[in-house]
Nanobody, 117 residues
């Protein structure tokens, strides 16, 4: 049973920072790893991803503020979030996608991030 477990969410004031972590029971270097978020009443959407080759991709709304990184030795994915805004409030999910899959194969349970104004 593959496990993907997020941590690091919480309540922060606007302008603050949080770092999310995602520990996986798979070899993350063999997967495209991503962070998604689902704001209240909205659909889940991609925030940032890193390919098995190390290329990164960010949603326009977080470029310059969020940084995705991974520690392959620890099979852990991170999302450093700076200059947080109230509109970043959402449940954040970690996902792992096999190289041949069109969509994520494994999801975490999510971690709540709330940014107060």
């Amino acid at each position: 049973q593959v496990q993907v477990v997020e941590s690091g969410g919480g309540l922060v004031e606007a302008g603050g920072s949080l770092r999310l972590s995602c520990a996986a029971s798979i070899n993350i270097f063999m997967h495209r790893m991503g962070w998604y978020r689902q704001p209240p009443g909205k659909q889940r959407a991609l925030v940032a991803e890193v390919t098995s080759g190390g290329s990164t991709n960010y949603a326009d709304s977080v470029k310059g503020r969020f940084t995705i990184s991974r520690d392959n030795a620890k099979n852990t994915l991170y999302l450093q979030m700076n200059s947080l805004k109230p509109e970043d409030t959402a449940v954040y999910y970690c996902a792992a996608t096999k190289v041949w899959s069109p969509s994520p194969d494994y999801w975490g349970q999510g971690t709540q991030v709330t940014v107060s104004s």
